[in-house]
Structures are given as structure tokens and as C-alpha cells.
């Protein structure tokens, strides 16, 4: 019994010390890691809230590194709702998806909510703004109600919880690695840490 109490502790202090030298290094890994759908690719998926000030501050510093990253990764860009009142926004950035239009939506959408502080909250307000971006209002309110959307809703939330995501923004690169400011230290710091963690995983 004695043998065995001790080897329970050797694993857990074993795991602990895994776990720290993780989060020291800027990073948590993920108990539960994705198979990778193709060995030549890295992923790094962002999750993301138009809400969220802490996300609209780092949009410029993922923005500079999505504009030089390595040709072997796939930057994506997710948007679950992981709070209800979210959701609204999570139809719009889907919508703004589906139609082809993500590029002309995406930063004039964050500005106005935190630029501009205009209460776009609902799928009627955000269809409107859609509008004066010279979109069709109409059409951008019946993708964000549309089953297409709703569908991708559904396999972001299923997404993130496999991920263990509980807070945005947060960074997952090629499932297996989670990183955030609040992990990292820092906006810059995880930039870094995904840089280390794309060039480690094209490597193994």
C-alpha cells in the first residue's frame, strides 16, 4: 500500500511540475489533443468576442503577426458564444463569413462598438450597421438567422469546450497547446509563444 501511495505522488508531482513548466513557458497544454487532419499544416485558431475590450486590444498585435505568419500555418479565427448575450455577434461574424465579406465587416464592426460605442447588440442593429458598409441589410439578417450559421455556432461552442476555453481572447495552436495574455503575461508575449509553438510543431 505504501509503494503505491508514493507512486500515486511521484505521478502527481510529476504531473504538477509538467503542468507549471507549461504555464511558466506561456502556455497550458490541452488534455485532450486534436488529431491533426494534415501533418504538413499548423493550425492556430483564435477565439474571439466583438464585445470583448481585452480582444479588440489585441486585434492589432495578431493582426501583424497574421500578416507575416509562416506559409505552413493556418491562422482561424472562431467566434462561439460562450456567455447568451454573446450570440448576436457570434451570428454576425458568421454571416459576415458565409457571405464573402468577412474583410469589409470585421474591423468596422469592432470599431463601432469600441470606437464609437454604438449599442450593436442585437441581429436588427448589426443588419442595419451591415447597411452603411453598403451590404444588403436584408440579406445580412437572414444569414445571421439562418440554419448555416447556426450550425457554425453550434460546432465553435463544441469546439471550445473541447478546448477548455472559458475566456477570450484566447489562442489554440493545432490543438494540443492553449495560450492567452492572461497565461503568457502579455499581448506580445503570446505572439511569441505561438511562434515557438508553430515552429515546434511543423518540427515534429
Given at each position: 500500500?505504501?509503494?503505491?501511495?508514493?507512486?500515486?505522488?511521484?505521478?502527481?508531482?510529476?504531473?504538477?511540475?509538467v503542468?507549471?513548466?507549461?504555464?511558466?513557458?506561456?502556455?497550458?497544454?490541452?488534455?485532450?489533443?486534436?488529431?491533426?487532419?494534415?501533418?504538413?499544416?499548423?493550425?492556430?485558431?483564435?477565439?474571439?468576442?466583438f464585445?470583448?475590450?481585452?480582444?479588440?486590444?489585441?486585434?492589432?498585435?495578431?493582426?501583424?503577426?497574421?500578416?507575416?505568419?509562416?506559409?505552413?500555418?493556418?491562422?482561424?479565427?472562431?467566434?462561439?458564444?460562450?456567455?447568451p448575450?454573446?450570440?448576436p455577434?457570434?451570428?454576425?461574424?458568421y454571416?459576415?463569413?458565409?457571405?464573402?465579406?468577412?474583410d469589409?465587416?470585421?474591423?468596422?464592426?469592432?470599431?463601432?462598438?469600441h470606437k464609437?460605442?454604438?449599442?450593436?447588440?442585437?441581429p436588427?442593429?448589426?443588419?442595419?450597421?451591415?447597411?452603411?458598409?453598403?451590404?444588403?441589410?436584408?440579406?445580412?439578417?437572414k444569414?445571421?438567422?439562418?440554419?448555416?450559421?447556426?450550425?457554425?455556432?453550434?460546432?465553435?461552442?463544441?469546439?471550445?469546450?473541447?478546448?477548455?476555453?472559458?475566456?477570450?481572447?484566447?489562442?489554440?495552436?493545432n490543438?494540443?497547446?492553449?495560450?492567452?495574455?492572461?497565461?503568457?503575461?502579455?499581448?506580445?508575449?503570446?505572439?511569441?509563444?505561438?511562434?515557438?509553438?508553430?515552429?515546434?510543431?511543423?518540427?515534429?
Amino acid at each position: 500500500m505504501k509503494k503505491l501511495i508514493h507512486s500515486l505522488l511521484v505521478v502527481l508531482l510529476s504531473f504538477s511540475f509538467v503542468s507549471v513548466a507549461s504555464a511558466a513557458g506561456g502556455y497550458e497544454e490541452l488534455p485532450n489533443p486534436k488529431m491533426r487532419a494534415n501533418a504538413d499544416r499548423v493550425e492556430v485558431v483564435e477565439y474571439f468576442w466583438f464585445g470583448c475590450p481585452h480582444c479588440f486590444a489585441f486585434e492589432p498585435t495578431i493582426n501583424k503577426w497574421a500578416e507575416s505568419k509562416p506559409e505552413f500555418v493556418d491562422f482561424i479565427r472562431e467566434a462561439p458564444p460562450l456567455n447568451p448575450g454573446w450570440k448576436p455577434h457570434s451570428q454576425a461574424f458568421y454571416a459576415a463569413e458565409l457571405l464573402g465579406v468577412t474583410d469589409q465587416f470585421f474591423e468596422p464592426l469592432f470599431n463601432a462598438i469600441h470606437k464609437d460605442k454604438k449599442r450593436l447588440n442585437t441581429p436588427k442593429s448589426i443588419a442595419k450597421f451591415a447597411g452603411t458598409l453598403g451590404l444588403d441589410a436584408e440579406k445580412f439578417l437572414k444569414t445571421m438567422n439562418s440554419f448555416a450559421v447556426d450550425a457554425k455556432i453550434r460546432k465553435a461552442m463544441e469546439q471550445a469546450r473541447h478546448d477548455g476555453i472559458n475566456s477570450v481572447p484566447s489562442i489554440v495552436v493545432n490543438g494540443k497547446y492553449r495560450t492567452s495574455g492572461s497565461i503568457a503575461g502579455s499581448n506580445q508575449r503570446v505572439i511569441e509563444v505561438i511562434q515557438e509553438l508553430t515552429e515546434k510543431e511543423r518540427d515534429s
